[in-house]
């Protein structure tokens, strides 16, 4: 598959993440018709940094294939959805070369579940790893974390990563075992809660390594 391909399938898919949901506004494009621009383009959605700067990101999934079938995702095991995945340089390529001619600021990445919640998360950590340590990548990342990943994964993505996030998509335990049951409340809330430990470390300890200088978010 083109990378092209790849690009509107997952960028699509990424729209449903309320993160940032910029992106998320009614299909309206000058194609074909007078007048400029679109709100259908590939995913780029809005955020902020910490000193209040709104950035443009590009928001995609590093796959929509996913072992879990949550009954209220598009993305789910058994949705009829065309299916695509990214390598983790095409992920690296396409951000350097978004950023360096000026669409974007930075990358807003989550994924579905593929193989195991650790093997997912080492790719998405691999992304902004190779995007800081080979390329010097400054511009800001945005990693959606897995809750059941190991905590060292989650733990290296806040050295990468401007801001951590976790899904949480239902309000309770018994919503979550109905329609997400291979989704457990309690990883999620440990998840939360080791990055928000963690950004208590950092805070403490001014001297400590980075992590996730923009904070938490769901
Ligand atoms: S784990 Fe995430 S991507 Fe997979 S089905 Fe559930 S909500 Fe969708």
Redesign the pocket.
Known sequence: MELNDKLEILADAAKYDASCASSGAPKRSSEDKDGFGATTGMGICHSYTPDGRCVSLLKI?LT?F?????Q??????TSNVPRARFSVEEVVKLTHDFYVRNYIDGLFLS???IQSADYTMEQLVAVARQLREVHKFRGYIHLKTIPDADPLLIEEAGRWADRLSV?I?LPTHDSVTRL?P??NVHTIKLAMGSIRRKLDEKAEEPKAPSFAPAGQST
Do not use: V
């Open positions: 999934l929509n996913c072992i879990y079938d949550c209220y995702c598009i993305n789910r095991r994924s579905g579940i899904n998509e997400a291979e989704k």
